[in-house]
């Protein structure tokens, strides 16, 4: 069985950085990619920024030039450090990987709340 354990979430003030940190464990062999997602209440989810195996990344508009997201191939960990928060980056943030030769993601966390707030 799979898991990802996120950590790294919390309240921040607007302007203000966090990092969030997700560990891949249990039966899998390979990765294609790892990416974060976040769903604030009343919205659809939306792909934040993502990362393949090769380094390749992939960031929303809404989040290029204040978030990065990185990763540790040999650890299957990715991060996503966030910089100029902002109260619309308000929402619970997951976790996924997508598996070689995949076209979805195949794998979730359970997510972490980030809330940005004065």
């Known amino acids: 069985q799979v898991q990802l354990v996120e950590s790294g979430g919390g309240l921040v003030q607007p302007g203000g950085s966090l990092r969030l940190s997700c560990a891949a464990s249990?039966?899998?062999?390979?990765?294609?990619?790892m990416g974060w997602h976040r769903q604030a209440p009343g919205k659809q989810r939306e792909l934040v920024a993502a990362?393949?195996?090769?380094?390749?990344?992939n960031y929303a508009d809404s989040v290029k030039g204040r978030f990065t997201i990185s990763r540790d191939n040999a650890k299957n960990t990715v991060f996503l450090q966030m910089n100029s928060l902002k109260p619309e980056d308000t929402a619970l943030y997951y976790c996924?990987?997508?598996?070689?030769?995949?076209?979805?993601?195949?794998?979730w966390g359970q997510g972490t709340q980030v809330t940005v707030s004065s």
């Open positions: 249990g039966s899998i062999f390979s990765i294609s990619a």
């Open positions: 990362i393949t195996s090769g380094g390749i990344t």
């Open positions: 996924a990987v997508m598996k070689p030769r995949g076209v979805v993601w195949d794998y």
